[in-house]
């Protein structure tokens, strides 16, 4: 019977220990090996903390496109046809760089090694131009109108940067064009506020993200982050301002390749001085909850529009650990000027 008690008691406390393991990261994805002759032994750990900047930065560059508002500053539709909307924004997002180039926790040979990273504040902006075309004003009810529907377009624009060993590089021609619709709930009328639903769907133009420091390199190939959106928003003009309330939630779908890379070694066979990881194909698929505010200044057929929001939820899991997580919440602000009639 004790032998019993025995066994059950080490099994509970093994399944335990692996519960908790498996809750505190992923799981290694890069080949490994002990031999010294071999390109895994030297690449496994830049691999490895190749793919955590991938999950570490593909969100934040989803929430930079993603914005909050289909149309800033307009809550409802726009009235049916013959009614448009011209916008131009910039989205920043309150992001993190994990600086894994730096420190004694940078990559290393021997195989992959977890390791705890500090981040530092990183500002990531995001030009967008949005339109609107109002192609139904909707039914008459009272003073407002319900049901009227617009197209929404919108073309996003992004250029290279860098920050502490880490860049970001365009992969093509830094161009994504995105589209969607809007149902009005409510239209805007002297007593009755503007709202709506709509959905909208905005892509990353695609980046390569590379570190590099002494002999090692960790390269994220190909990033190609894709979003979609719901809002209900609701607005209201009063005179000079105008205010905008609104919540939704987006997801994120991401993917790109990891590759480690070593340089300047002279054990391989053959002579060779230089080894690279085998190329590990990334997805990663995010939902966030969205809400945000904003305000309006009215200039006859101009508004500048200013909001800010936060995005929250979903999990994200990593080998090596950082100072601030990857799926924590973050701010972002946005700035744009809207002609329109």
Known sequence: MKRILFVAAVSALLATTATTASAQGRATQCPTSTSSTNSAYYTADAC??????????????????????????KGGTLGGLGHFSIGARVNAVNGSLP???????????????????????????????????????GIPLGVTNVGGIDLLANVSYMRDFESNGVSVALRDEGLRFGYGARVGLLQESLVSPGISVSYIKRDLPVVNILGSVDNYEVNVNEVDVQTSAWRV????????????????????????????????????PGGITTAESAPVDLEQSL?????????????????????????????????NTFDKKPDSSRLYGSLGLRFGL
């Open 287 to 319: 939902t966030r909850t969205n809400i945000f505010g904003g305000i309006t200044l009215n200039m006859a057929m101009f508004k500048l529009a200013a909001e800010i929001g936060q995005v929250s939820g979903g999990e994200i899991l990593t080998y």
């Open 99 to 137: 600086q894994i180039m730096e420190g004694d926790a940078r990559p290393t040979t021997g195989g992959a090694q977890q390791d705890n990273y500090r981040t530092e504040s990183q500002v990531v902006p995001m030009p967008v131009v949005d339109a609107a075309i109002g192609v139904f004003k």
């Open 48 to 73: 490895e903390k190749a793919i955590d900047l991938f999950s570490y930065m593909a969100p934040q560059l989803g929430t930079a496109i993603a914005g909050g508002s289909a149309v800033m500053g």
């Open 233 to 268: 928003t609701a607005s209201k003009n009063l005179l000079v301002f105008g205010v905008m309330l609104g919540a939704g939630q987006d997801l994120y779908e991401s993917s790109a390749t990891a590759v480690g890379r070593a340089t300047g070694l002279a054990t391989l």
